[in-house]
């Protein structure tokens, strides 16, 4: 799938138009498509269609004609007075057709017998806060309860972002033209859009050009993970550190390194704290464990840090995180193993909250992978959990800029940037939203580090490969996403890495 930002979106569609194929081409298109996709998933008997003043409204009165045409009992809201360009053209033949136009008074009426709601109020063209007056039908439509059918974005979602900074409704299916819309993908849009279609219109490809985000499918890494070929031996495969757990904190530990084990890793090594060491090693057969230092808490002391940087000598990449706790003694371990190596890192969790206020991260010159949640981000940005969620494609990117390294902003649509390039992660689940799951993320991520795949394509695949494996957990037990647990995924990861090979 094409993501496209709303800029993106009328430069193809600007050159299509320099090509010789006419705007009113592509809106006829466009509106077509869509109404078939009003038929075809809602069979309604009666649409009511709420068009704006532009080209979205356009395409909204293009799908009246079509849904009228099949037989719909229709009615449409014209928001704005005066219509121009394509559009008006296509206002004036449900005049014609003398399909109903209702004013705005109507509007509750309307949604009172409609079975379908086709949003066309808003589209690419919008960007900021809805008006009160635009604001006033979106919260009708949303506290309606009729399905809704949303034309290219959801009306008050940013399309080029994903932000939604006032009213924003709330669609079941968002049908997109040409190319699927970012803001229809990344939180708190993607929430908005439900399930996000894509229809041609028309465009063809020598209108495009590179989109600014790439969606990470399958498609988009097959092959590019490392094989091991012979003649081979366990550190050729890759050998990883996984510096993790405390007392309190042991599961977290194996979670990472067991993740590590399954993505491919010829030899992972664990350093955690001494007094966890034991619980830990019986569950790691195949690891070695080593019981470092303990300071106060129960977690690894920062004396630790020379032992854990000795015991990484044959190590390809490290993980630091999982469980260490983010106390004082947490952030003085993390920046003398930060200070000693030069190795790939990824910093996960506790790892990344005991960054925050200092200048580790951006003093770091070797390649590092952080991947904090929305609360994680929050503390090192110093801006807080709200302020990420709502702006998740900007925060992660400040972050990447800010601190030099490859950002992954986790969620049901993860984000991973770096430098220029950014990236939406397309697979996962609610299932996901368990404890653990991060944890076995970044064993994942650091098992493909240190198989000496580069931060970037390490961080998408990891991403990529742990929410396949939640969606295979779900195909093959058929039971309900809420009963996932961490340890589930490792069957699964295995499976979901060999469709990229
Ligand atoms: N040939 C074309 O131009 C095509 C256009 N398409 C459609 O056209 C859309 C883009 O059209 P436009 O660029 O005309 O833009 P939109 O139709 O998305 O938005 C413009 C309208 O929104 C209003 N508006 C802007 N900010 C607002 C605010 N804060 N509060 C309330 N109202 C506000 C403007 O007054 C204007 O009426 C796409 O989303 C897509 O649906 C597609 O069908 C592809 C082809
Ligand atoms: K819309």
Redesign the pocket.
């Known amino acids: 799938m094409k993501l496209y930002t709303a800029e993106e979106m ?1 430069r193809a ?1 600007g050159r299509a138009q320099d090509l010789g194929i006419p ?1 009113g081409v ?2 006829e298109r ?1 509106g077509a498509a869509m109404a078939q996709v009003a038929l075809e998933r809602f069979s309604p008997n009666r649409a009511l269609i709420v068009c ?8 909204g009165f293009v799908i009246a004609r079509e849904l009228h045409r099949a037989g719909v009992e229709v009615a449409v809201l014209a928001t ?1 007075d005066e219509y121009g360009g ?1 559009p008006a053209i296509n206002l004036e033949a449900l005049r014609n057709l003398e399909v109903r136009l209702v004013r705005v008074e109507e509007v509750e009426a309307e949604l009172d017998r409609a079975d379908l709601v086709v949003d066309a109020l ?5 960007s ?4 009160e007056k ?1 604001a006033g039908i979106i919260e009708k439509i949303n506290g309606a309860g009729v399905s809704v059918l949303a ?3 959801p009306s008050g979602v940013d ?1 080029g972002t994903g932000e939604v900074a006032g009213a924003a409704v709330f669609a079941d299916v968002t049908v997109c ?2 190319a699927a819309k970012v803001g229809c993908v990344i939180s708190p849009g993607a929430e908005h859009a439900g399930e996000t279609l894509v229809v041609e ?1 028309g465009i063809p490809p020598e209108a495009d050009s590179e989109p600014s985000l790439l969606w990470t499918d399958g498609a988009s890494l097959r092959g590019s993970i490392p094989r091991t070929s012979a003649p081979a031996h366990k550190y050729s495969a890759g050998a990883l550190m996984v510096v993790a757990g405390s007392r309190a904190m042991t599961g977290a530990a194996v979670m990472s390194v067991r993740g590590a084990e399954r993505a491919g890793c010829g030899i992972t090594f664990l350093a955690t704290s001494a007094g966890a060491a034991p619980a830990v090693d019986i569950a790691l057969t195949e690891t070695i464990v080593y019981g470092v230092e303990e300071g106060e808490f129960g977690g690894m002391s920062p004396g630790a840090a020379d032992e854990i940087l000795g015991r990484s000598e044959r190590a390809t990449a490290l993980v630091i995180g999982p469980g260490i706790g983010t106390g004082e003694e947490g952030r003085r371990l993390v920046e003398a193993i930060l200070a000693g190596t030069d190795l790939p890192v990824l910093l996960d969790a506790d790892a990344v909250t005991s960054l925050a206020g200092t200048d580790a991260l951006a003093r770091r010159e070797g390649p590092t992978v952080i991947t904090p949640h929305a609360g994680e981000l929050g503390r090192l940005l110093g801006s807080g959990a709200k302020e990420v969620s709502a702006r998740r494609l900007h925060s992660s990117r400040q972050a990447a800029h800010d601190y030099g390294c490859c950002v992954l902003l986790k969620g049901s649509d993860t984000i991973v940037v770096e430098g220029g390039k950014t990236s939406v992660n397309s697979t996962g689940s609610v299932a996901l939203a368990t404890a653990g799951t991060g944890d076995v993320l970044s064993g994942v991520i650091g098992a493909l580090l240190s198989r000496g795949m580069q931060p970037y394509e390490a961080a998408r695949a990891g991403a990529w490969i742990h929410g396949r494996a939640a969606e295979l957990w779900l195909r093959e037990t058929g039971w309900p996403a809420e009963s996932m647990v961490a340890t589930d995924l490792f069957d699964h990861v295995p499976r979901a890495m060999g469709e990229l090979l």
């Open positions: 009328s569609d705007g592509l809106m466009a704006g003043g532009g080209n979205n409204g356009g395409d704005k394509d808003l589209g690419t063209g919008f900021g806060e809805v008006r635009e034309v290219d974005v399309g033209a040409h219109i």
